[in-house]
């Protein structure tokens, strides 16, 4: 078997559609090279009769074709959640998916235990300001239990015309009773790349999924970083949070921009194509500035090859939660001109031979995504010495010095939220770079 598209390598699988089926790695491979293996004659023999009980004694007539498609969905979904049987449609879902823009709520989902499971909502989408969050269930659409549907039953009633609503039912962990949010569809146009300076010389970079262009877009965001903080960075933030993953290539891209030599990701299979390997090449963006990768249960699939390639290397420190941990590679056989099966074919390891599958990326520094609020101002000022009368000078201070002059401050940056208030992590993280920094000079 071989792979026929490298740029459309490893892709965030299932049926895009502003939902996401089941996200991970794919490949494509060439129908005509597929191996034929043995058939078992008896087992197809009780097939055979099965299909023709069906044919002469359901209580509604069956069309051949129908039976045939329900067959090797069976086989396909009866393998693992990431196997599946893709018609045309779905297919061209799935493409859509890597170009950064298309239609639905915005969710990366997969199935678990009859329900759709959240995985990850995409930034700026109507999931995202509705409030779904990763590890929600969702256990009704509208008034259509999931219960009993297909993933792709359940993902075909979500998507429909931009501007039409729908009201998920969700159970969240630490919720009293299930939730409703109502939901607008929309065309989802996907900013793969953001970046904020979160203090003079420390930068900040998210990634929300990783599309064909994510790697030239990190390193024009990462130039344009060291442009605003006078042509260099002290550190850098780079957030991987709820990142379900996507194309393999981007991820490598991504690994590569921080990283001078060494193997980034390998994958092993039972097909000679399934092994391949991946190496950094020389040129490291930062010159070696700390970074902080920063993760949780949502980042999945490709965003678990970039933090696990670089904490591998020691070129990061991952903060966060436990990652998702999903480390399989899907292989799409075309069967026919319209129609492909999609199978896991291959497993991921990060450098060090570690596999992410169900296990998932271990933070070095283990941080939950806490609500914290502000302390009271109650006016009160603590005495220092220079307050106290008759304090001694200090001598080595200039007069200019003990009185410092006012500071123009901008009336918006005034107003702003602190960090700690609007992200935690993410300010525990920056607090982590200047720590490094700081010993870094000594």
Do not use: C, W
Request: glycine share 10%.
């Amino acid at each position: 078997m071989r792979f026929l598209k490298r740029d459309f390598a490893l892709v965030t699988a299932g049926v895009i559609i502003g939902i996401t089926m089941i996200f991970g790695q794919m490949v494509l491979a060439d129908k005509e090279t597929v191996a034929k293996p043995d058939l078992p004659i008896d087992d197809l023999r009780a097939f055979s009769e099965i299909f023709g009980r069906i044919k002469s004694s359901y209580v509604e007539p069956v069309e051949d074709k129908a039976l045939l498609e329900n067959a090797i969905r069976g086989m396909l979904y009866g393998l693992d959640p990431h196997s599946s049987y893709l018609d045309l449609s779905e297919f061209k879902d799935l493409r859509e998916g890597t170009s950064g823009e298309f239609g639905g709520l915005g969710i990366e989902v997969s199935m678990e235990d009859g329900f759709v499971k959240v995985v990850a909502p995409i930034d700026e989408t109507p999931a995202a300001e509705a409030g779904v969050k990763a590890g929600d269930l969702i256990i009704r659409l509208d008034d259509t239990p999931v219960k009993g549907l297909s993933l792709t039953e359940a993902v075909d009633i979500m998507r429909g015309e931009p501007g039409s609503k729908i009201v998920l039912t969700i159970i969240r962990e630490g919720a009293d009773k299930p939730l409703k949010l109502e939901l607008t569809r929309a065309i989802i146009k996907v900013k793969s790349v953001r970046t904020e300076v979160l203090e003079p010389g420390y930068g900040y970079v998210r990634i929300t999924t990783f599309q064909s262009p994510t790697g030239d877009n990190l390193r024009d965001a990462v130039n344009q970083l060291k442009i605003d903080n006078g042509g260099k960075l002290k550190g850098l933030v780079l957030d991987l949070r709820n990142n379900p993953g996507g194309v393999l290539d981007a991820a490598v891209e991504v690994s590569d921009a921080f990283l001078n030599k060494g193997m980034i990701v390998y994958t092993e299979g039972r097909i000679e194509d399934a092994d391949q390997k991946f190496h950094a090449k020389p040129g490291d963006m930062l010159n070696g500035a700390p970074i902080i990768v920063l993760v949780n249960g949502g980042s999945a699939s490709a965003s678990e090859i970039v933090a696990g390639a670089l904490q591998d290397h020691q070129r990061a420190v991952i903060l966060g939660t436990k990652t998702f941990g999903k480390g399989s590679v899907q292989t799409v056989m075309p069967l026919t001109n319209d129609t492909a099966v999609k199978m896991t074919t291959a497993r991921y390891y990060t450098p060090s031979g570690r596999s992410i599958q169900a296990d998932g990326i271990h933070p070095d520094i283990e941080i939950d995504a806490l609500q914290i609020s502000a302390a009271e101002d109650n006016g009160f000022q603590p005495l220092r010495e220079v307050d106290l009368s008759r304090h001694l000078e200090n001598g080595l201070l200039e007069e200019s010095d003990e009185t410092p002059a006012e500071v123009d401050i901008d009336e918006e940056e005034a107003k702003k939220q602190p960090l700690a208030l609007r992200d935690y992590p993410l300010s525990q993280a920056l607090n982590l770079l200047k720590g490094m920094n700081i010993m870094s000079k000594r």
